[in-house]
């Protein structure tokens, strides 16, 4: 189905699903793990055939080291959590996100739904998305996703504020289904998900947890 309001080229957006009903669509690490080298694999205009890369016998590191075709999006952020998963995608090329995110779900579908034995649809229907035109909402929204882990430990941090920022930052230096990873604690494999220098400098300029959730609480006060 068409979307009413096209992408357009140079913007940058907010993407987020859910598994439909709100079932948990990444059950174990394998899942988290399947999912995040598709959002690497699945970012090329040419069609990527995993079960053919899979069979070559490449460890999961080595996958990350396969050269693509031009990329179809600039990724600046993910996270992914049990039920659902919060992207930041840059329009890089008309259609570049709509072909992305439909090679993207598709294939975590097909994954999810012959190793569990099931049909039908995953998702909650067509992906949401969100445009950011704005510096201080597009801080905001980088804040958002990276903070979401949180509340599998404090479930109302948002209304009410981080209880323990001790807690919370130990949580989410061991959290690795996140970009937080890949800005604060450590270059990895799966850095290569993401496209920084598409994105404003400022995001590499944040130093720890606090940065990120005082952005998040400037945004919010305003």
């Known amino acids: 189905m068409r979307r009413q309001t096209p992408f357009l080229v140079g913007e940058i957006y907010h993407i987020y699903n859910r598994g439909t009903d709100k079932r948990i669509i990444f059950t174990n690490e394998h899942d988290h793990r399947r999912f995040m080298l ?3 694999l699945c970012n090329s205009d040419v069609s990527v055939h995993t079960s053919n890369l899979f069979n070559k016998g490449l460890s999961f590191i080595e996958l990350f080291n396969i050269k693509r075709a031009d990329t179809l999006v600039n990724i600046g952020a993910f996270c992914l959590m049990p039920n659902h998963f919060h992207i930041l995608l840059y329009e890089k090329t008309e259609g570049g996100i709509s072909q992305f995110m ?3 779900l598709t294939a975590y579908s ?5 190793k569990y034995n099931r049909r039908g649809s995953l998702f909650e229907g067509p992906f949401k998305e969100k445009h950011i035109d704005v510096d201080e909402y597009l801080n905001w929204v980088f804040s958002y996703i990276h903070l979401n882990p949180i509340k599998l430990i404090d479930s109302s941090w948002k209304e009410n504020g981080i209880h323990d920022m001790m807690i919370a930052r130990n949580f989410m230096k061991g959290y690795k289904y996140s970009s937080y990873y890949d800005y604060f604690i450590n270059s990895r494999p799966e850095s290569a998900i993401l496209n920084k220098d598409a994105f404003p400098e400022h995001f590499s300029q944040l ?8 952005e998040f609480d400037s945004f919010k006060k305003k």
Not at 110 to 114: D, G, Q, R, V
């Open 207 to 214: 130093n720890d947890l606090e940065d990120v959730v005082s």
């Open 102 to 104: 439909k090679k993207l």
């Open 38 to 40: 598709l959002l690497y």
């Open 110 to 114: 097909m994954y999810f739904n012959a």
